[in-house]
């Protein structure tokens, strides 16, 4: 004896299906994930997803690498150091990391000057010699002011090293932080680092020849000189 099924039950053979749980997706459609568009669903102009070229991330700023990192507007471009600011920058850092190994190394050969010299004398102790000037000097003091001459010269390197190390870091050297200027690189507006820091000054080399690279920031549109051009690197004003 069969009975009759009640309206709404399923059909014979057939298993009912579970209820659908709230906040989830029909089945067989991919769920959303954070930040990611729905099927179908196209970003806004100037959008990007994680994951797609050109996405951008909140405190990035910077962009996709390659790409223009000021492009978006997250980031105000800033304006490029003028001629006249780099010359100052360098004319301090000259001053700054060459005054000190200066004194140390001009002390050092007045020492070396004092003991070839130290005292002279006419010899009359041969017979019938009139008389032969006859200079003596110290050994310690030539010795003592070559020494000095040589710790001047080691004072110059590290002096330089620290500056181009702490180029590389924050993008300024003594003389460039007080002008307001800052060497970055060009991709991404970051500091160079050390290596490329080093690089770049070993570049200066191409910007000697008649000063020619030296004097290119003042009519380059980016205000490069050759070294800059070089190594992807651009002088920017920070205040």
């Known amino acids: 004896m069969t009975y009759p099924n009640p309206p709404g039950s399923p059909a014979p053979g057939q298993y009912p299906g579970y209820p659908q749980q709230p906040g989830q997706p029909p089945y067989g459609q991919i769920p959303q994930q954070p930040g990611q568009p729905y099927p179908g669903q196209q970003p806004y102009p100037g959008q990007a997803y994680p994951g797609q070229p050109g996405a951008q991330y909140p405190g990035g700023g910077y962009g996709y690498p390659g790409q223009d ?93 620290v500056m181009l190390y702490k180029q590389g870091k924050t993008g300024q050297t003594w003389g460039k932080k007080i002008v307001g200027i800052s060497v970055l690189r060009e991709r991404d507006g970051m500091p160079t680092g050390f290596g490329m820091a080093f690089v770049r000054n070993l570049c200066h080399i191409a910007d000697g020849f008649f000063y020619l690279g030296y004097l290119w920031p003042l009519w380059d549109e980016k205000k490069q000189t050759f070294a800059d051009k070089i190594v992807s690197t651009v002088v920017v004003r920070v205040k």
């Open 69 to 161: 990192p000021y492009a978006y507007g997250m980031q105000q471009r800033p304006p490029y150091a003028s001629w006249g600011a780099r010359v100052g920058a360098s004319l301090l850092d000259g001053l700054i990391g060459g005054l000190a190994p200066l004194i140390v190394m001009i002390i050092g050969f007045v020492m070396m000057v004092s003991g070839v010299k130290e005292s002279c004398d006419y010899d009359y102790s041969s017979p019938g010699s009139s008389g032969q000037l006859v200079c003596t000097h110290s050994s310690g003091s030539m010795t003592s002011g070559t020494l000095v001459v040589l710790l001047g010269a080691l004072l110059a390197v590290v002096i330089s090293l």
